[in-house]
């Protein structure tokens, strides 16, 4: 799951969350997730590195090819 | 004329002339003249720098340029042909005060001579500057710099582009901080010249290239700080019309702060700076983080209200389970009471029979038969008060039991007061063996936290043992 759907799908949990008419069950299965979720999307935030590559073409289907690409210091 | 023409190199040609034929005046055709006049002016003038003003300008549609230069004394025709002038950076206007350098050329045919411009540039503002304000000026007017044209960045990006030369401080200024921030973001550098003459065409060509990337976001053209010239290709008006083109929005970022190219005012945002371009871009991510707390302390928050309602709800129905204890005290007390009042009445009813036996007996000389029957009669009613009395309270002790049972049993009292507790598995609340095996994984909740357990074994059986 991207970044962007897992934050919506936290923002829903906690919607439902503030509306307070859940049964215990199922707001302690919504608070896991919410938990499990966030600390997915922490991660994927610390873990992304910034890549950075050399445009050098396109194959013959049109995907482009690249190379990691070092600045010169 | 130009004083370097020598008087004695034209008499040279005509001695040699009379040295020909000295017997006649040399007669030329006319052909012949031109010929020679061709000869001299373009061996004798193999390039010129003229000053003059531009007149009678004519951009023909073969593409060559018709005009002539004047001063106040004089003017010459010229031309300037398709291949030089598609150099200039400017587009000469009557009354234009300029510089060329040229041949002077002879058109046999006609025996007319003009100029054939090589180079031209204003004089006064310089070329490059006359050529920006009249681009700009150009552009603006067409409605490529109006804000309503502008997109807005998209809030996330996470595939940009950068323009640049691979070698220049701008990528690796970008990269910089780019790195520094450690955000998700892919960054796909397609390289471009960045200076020369070559290079206004190698950024629009790098620019259609980026247009192939798939999912991109947005894309960085731009290059390091550098004197006017450095920066001139941003002031293409190809590349101005490609950046107003894009698909994909384009932050420009060219040279330094002070330097506004063409291209700065075409592209959706202008960066200061090629690092600030980089900052523009990560700032967005930043605020996706921010985002990310919040809503962590929302669910927190959210989680809490749902305890402390749980609690309340608990604890309420809590206050009401002890209701039923002062109930049976009540019933006991009830109890006691009626059985006290039976008692009495019990008590009151003999009495009054005995008042009854004694006035019979001393009205009626007691014969000893009644009062045997009254005794009888006495001892029945008695007995049936006591058994009603019995049975009343029987049925009374019975019911209390059997509200005390039910209540027992529903009341979460005592086992809260030995540890209440909530078997979660697979985020199922257990309430049965048959939802656990050995070895599975299951969550214990109290009211106070929750403790990870694993099933070592599972019996079958009633909950005697407690």
Not at chain 2, 11 to 25: G, I, Y
Not at chain 2, 264 to 269: E, G, I, S, Y
Not at chain 2, 304 to 318: E, I, K, M, T, Y
Request: with cysteine; proline share 4%.
């Amino acid at each position: 799951m991207d970044f962007e759907k897992r934050l919506t799908r936290l923002e829903e949990i906690v919607q439902k969350m503030e509306k307070g008419d859940l049964a215990l069950e199922e707001s302690l299965k919504l608070f896991e997730e919410g938990v499990r979720l966030s600390r997915e999307c922490h991660q994927q935030l610390s873990e992304a590195e910034v890549k950075v590559k050399k445009l050098v073409g396109f194959d013959a289907d049109g995907n482009p090819q690249t190379q990691t690409f070092e600045a010169e210091d | 004329m130009d004083s370097s023409i020598p008087a004695s190199n034209s008499s040279s040609v005509l001695e040699a002339v009379s040295a020909a034929n000295l017997s006649a005046p040399a007669v030329l055709t006319v052909e012949g003249l031109n010929k020679r006049i061709r000869q001299l002016i373009e061996g004798e003038l193999p390039l010129v720098w003229v000053q003059g003003e531009v007149s009678n300008f004519k951009a023909h549609t073969s593409g060559h340029y018709y005009l002539s230069l004047k001063d106040s004394k004089s003017q010459i025709r010229a031309v300037m042909f398709r291949g030089h002038n598609a150099r200039l950076k400017f587009r000469p206007t009557d009354g234009m005060e300029v510089i060329v350098r040229g041949r002077v050329t002879v058109y046999e045919v006609r025996g007319e001579y003009q100029i054939t411009i090589e180079m031209m540039e204003p004089v006064g503002a310089g070329a490059l500057q006359k050529a920006y304000e009249q681009l700009k000026t150009k552009l603006k007017q067409e409605g490529l710099f109006e804000a309503s044209r502008k997109r807005p960045l998209p809030p996330h990006p996470r595939h940009v582009a950068i323009v640049t030369s691979p070698t220049g401080a701008a990528i690796r200024d970008m990269v910089n901080v780019l790195s520094r921030r450690n955000r998700s973001v892919a960054i796909t550098l397609v390289p471009a010249l960045v200076q020369g003459e070559a290079a206004a065409p190698h950024l629009v060509q790098a620019l259609k290239t980026a247009w192939r990337l798939p999912n991109l976001d947005v894309i960085i053209i731009g290059r390091g700080g550098g004197s006017i010239e450095d920066l001139w290709a941003f002031n293409d008006e190809t590349l101005a019309r490609t950046i107003a083109a894009s698909p994909v929005p384009v932050i420009s970022a060219v040279g330094h702060e002070v330097d506004f190219t063409i291209a700065d005012f075409v592209a959706d945002l202008r960066a200061p700076t090629p690092s600030a371009a980089a900052e523009l871009v990560v700032r967005s991510t930043e605020e996706v983080a921010q985002k990310l707390r919040l809503t962590e302390r929302l669910l927190v928050r959210g989680w809490q209200q749902q305890l402390a309602s749980f609690r309340h709800r608990f604890s309420g129905a809590l206050s009401n389970l002890v209701d039923p204890r002062r109930r049976l005290q009540d019933l006991i007390l009830r109890n006691d009471e009626l059985s006290l009042r039976l008692q009495q009445a019990a008590e009151r009813h003999l009495q009054n029979r005995r008042l009854q036996v004694q006035g019979l007996r001393r009205g009626l000389r007691s014969p000893n038969e009644i009062l045997r029957r009254r005794r009888a009669l006495v001892n029945v009613a008695m007995s049936s008060l006591h058994a009603q009395a019995q049975r009343h309270l029987d049925r009374r002790q019975a019911r209390l039991q059997r509200v005390l049972g039910l209540l027992d049993g529903l009341s979460p009292l005592k086992v809260v007061e030995r540890g209440y507790a909530l078997t979660m598995s697979n985020g199922q609340l257990v309430k049965s063996i048959r939802q656990v095996q050995p070895k599975q994984q299951i969550e214990v909740h109290l009211l106070d936290g929750r403790i990870q357990a694993e099933v070592i074994s599972v019996k079958e059986g009633k909950l005697d043992g407690l």
